[in-house]
């Protein structure tokens, strides 16, 4: 007997999204060569200073630059570009990532967002996803426009592909603060744990802002990360 392959892998079959699961896993893993690990969203500082010294105070830092910032900014715009991808709107794509970049409030997490989001370009050329070419070089290049384009070719949902962006986000700031607040293994196992009952909520609530209500107020991680980029010593590029 002769085995349709297409007929298998409809978008509906369990072959199919076990696929899409296992891309996603690939996407957020700590192994993409991305260089996220090196990052620490103004964190160094904040710990540097005070800001932050114990488990809770952590929690607090993580979760309020990830309700105030990317459920306001960078997930409402990951389902702006997803659509955009789905569509071909180059138009869209380009709006949104000039609005995405201006709206990073230091020179670091500028830097930051380009270098990854082109590191990320490179991998996915690699890939085969013709589309991330372009982008290599760019100056508008960003990691939520280069992760929802994977999102979108590898047909991960849009709901599964802001869990893990977001997911991606607070293991980084989890494994940032287990190494300079300092806190233990089992502490960062607790962060994660609490981050995960957030995470969902703040997912759904990033579905259903509208356009005119884009845009980041987190005053705290803007000023941590610009005075980061003049602190003496340290261990994350931002």
């Known amino acids: 007997m002769v085995v349709d392959i297409t007929t298998i892998m409809t978008n509906k079959s369990p072959m199919h999204t076990s696929l899409a699961q296992l ?46 910032s990317l459920m306001m900014l960078d997930l409402p715009v990951m389902v702006r570009f997803y659509h955009a991808w789905e569509t071909a709107s180059m138009q869209e794509i380009e709006v949104w990532s000039h609005f995405l970049l ?8 500028l830097a930051e967002d380009q270098n990854i989001g082109k590191a990320l370009a490179t991998l996915l050329s690699e890939l085969e996803i013709s589309e991330a070419q372009p982008w290599r ?34 293991e980084n700031q989890v494994t940032a603060a287990i190494k300079i607040v300092p806190l233990g293994q089992t502490a960062g196992q ?41 602190q003496y010593s340290r261990l994350f590029r931002s």
């Open 23 to 68: 891309r996603l896993w690939q996407l957020i893993s700590p192994a993409l060569p991305i260089g996220a690990f090196a990052y620490s969203q103004g964190l160094e500082y904040a710990v540097e200073c005070g800001w932050v010294s114990d488990e809770q105070q952590t929690y607090e830092w993580i979760s309020g630059i990830a309700e105030h």
């Open 102 to 109: 201006a709206s990073r409030e230091s020179k670091e997490l």
């Open 137 to 170: 070089f760019s100056s508008q290049c960003s990691f939520a426009l280069m992760f929802s384009l994977a999102a979108q070719k590898w047909q991960l949902s849009i709901s599964d592909s802001l869990m893990g962006y977001l997911w991606a986000w607070c």
């Open 190 to 230: 607790r962060l994660l744990s609490k981050l995960i009952m957030d995470i969902p909520t703040w997912c759904e609530a990033a579905q259903q802002i509208k356009d005119e209500e884009i845009g980041v107020l987190c005053p705290g991680l803007g000023i941590a990360s610009a005075l980061h980029e003049k």
